[in-house]
């Protein structure tokens, strides 16, 4: 499959997340006390982000760590596991990273004792039941344009991950296609899609998924 050698690369992937470190000392700020903030910086934050994702969406056992099917794990679990391997976490770290997440990546628990990855897995153990939803009428995939000639042909595919990822918006689009190389935007024509039978999703920060984006609902901006 064409743009394999990304795919192959997936488990890395969330190393290219894009935190908006400038804003998130102020995020800090905000959320602890002032006694805390001194004991957390934003490369810490950062490494524990990237560590989330990995551990969350893509390798919870390389921990020894169990996802329930809604892709739940128990925090107490996850700071064990991540200790024996030696990425040293807390409650407040974990807090302040869901909290100050530019994309809302993560969420926990009502009761606080879950943390989970909203969208983005590709674990097999995970089968998080999104609610389905009407999408608007576009939607927007940001991508490298070195992909271009392998989607022409196959359409988008989810690759390693569950769904397709699309924005409601070309910016984050941009953003998103930046990752892997020079950015295109494709726009989707996801109302017509799912008019014709084609199941949308919206994860909990707004991140729209889907299973299979065919060409013909393909267009380049
Ligand atoms: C491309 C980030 C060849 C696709 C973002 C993309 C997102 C094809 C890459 C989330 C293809 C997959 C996911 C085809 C698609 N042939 N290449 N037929 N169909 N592709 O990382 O959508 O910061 O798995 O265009 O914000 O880039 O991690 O998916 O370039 O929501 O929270 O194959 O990751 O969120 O790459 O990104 P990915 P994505 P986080």
Same mark, same amino acid.
Not at 36 to 50: D, I, P, Y
């Given at each position: 499959?064409?743009?394999?050698?990304?795919?192959?690369?997936?488990l890395w992937k969330s190393l290219t997340e894009r935190d908006d470190f400038e804003t998130l000392d102020k995020a800090i700020s905000c959320t602890?006390?002032?006694?805390?903030?001194?004991?957390?910086?934003?490369?810490?934050?950062?490494?524990?982000?990237?560590?989330?994702?990995?551990?969350?969406?893509?390798?919870?056992?390389?921990?020894?760590?169990?996802?329930?099917?809604?892709?739940?794990?128990?925090?107490?679990? !996850? *700071? =064990? $596991? &991540?200790?024996?391997?030696? +990425?040293?976490?807390?409650?407040?770290?974990?807090? %302040?990273? #869901?909290?100050?997440?530019?994309?809302?990546?993560?969420?926990?628990?009502?009761?606080?004792?879950?943390?989970?990855a909203v969208q983005g897995h590709s674990t097999e153990s995970v089968n998080l039941q999104y609610i389905e939803k009407e999408p608007p009428e576009f939607l927007y995939h940001g991508t490298a344009t070195r992909f271009l000639?392998?989607?022409?042909?196959?359409? !988008? *595919? =989810? $690759? &390693?991950?569950?769904?397709? +990822?699309?924005?409601?918006?070309?910016?984050?689009? %941009?953003? #998103?296609?930046?990752?892997?190389?020079?950015?295109?935007?494709?726009?989707?024509?996801?109302?017509?899609?799912?008019?014709?039978?084609?199941?949308?999703?919206?994860?909990?920060?707004?991140?729209?998924?889907?299973?299979?984006?065919?060409?013909?609902?393909?267009?380049?901006?």
């Amino acid at each position: 499959m064409p743009g394999i050698d990304h795919h192959q690369g997936l488990l890395w992937k969330s190393l290219t997340e894009r935190d908006d470190f400038e804003t998130l000392d102020k995020a800090i700020s905000c959320t602890l006390p002032k006694v805390r903030v001194t004991t957390m910086n934003s490369k810490q934050l950062n490494e524990a982000s990237k560590f989330l994702s990995y551990v969350l969406r893509h390798e919870p056992q390389s921990i020894g760590l169990q996802l329930d099917t809604e892709g739940w794990a128990k925090i107490d679990s !996850l *700071i =064990a $596991g &991540a200790a024996k391997e030696g +990425h040293i976490l807390n409650r407040e770290l974990l807090l %302040v990273v #869901v909290s100050s997440s530019d994309k809302k990546r993560f969420a926990i628990s009502n009761d606080a004792q879950y943390i989970r990855a909203v969208q983005g897995h590709s674990t097999e153990s995970v089968n998080l039941q999104y609610i389905e939803k009407e999408p608007p009428e576009f939607l927007y995939h940001g991508t490298a344009t070195r992909f271009l000639e392998s989607i022409q042909q196959q359409g !988008l *595919i =989810a $690759g &390693a991950r569950h769904h397709v +990822h699309l924005s409601q918006d070309m910016a984050t689009a %941009v953003t #998103v296609g930046q990752r892997y190389g020079k950015p295109v935007v494709l726009k989707v024509e996801a109302l017509r899609m799912h008019q014709q039978g084609f199941n949308f999703f919206q994860a909990e920060n707004d991140v729209w998924l889907t299973g299979h984006v065919p060409i013909f609902f393909i267009h380049q901006e």
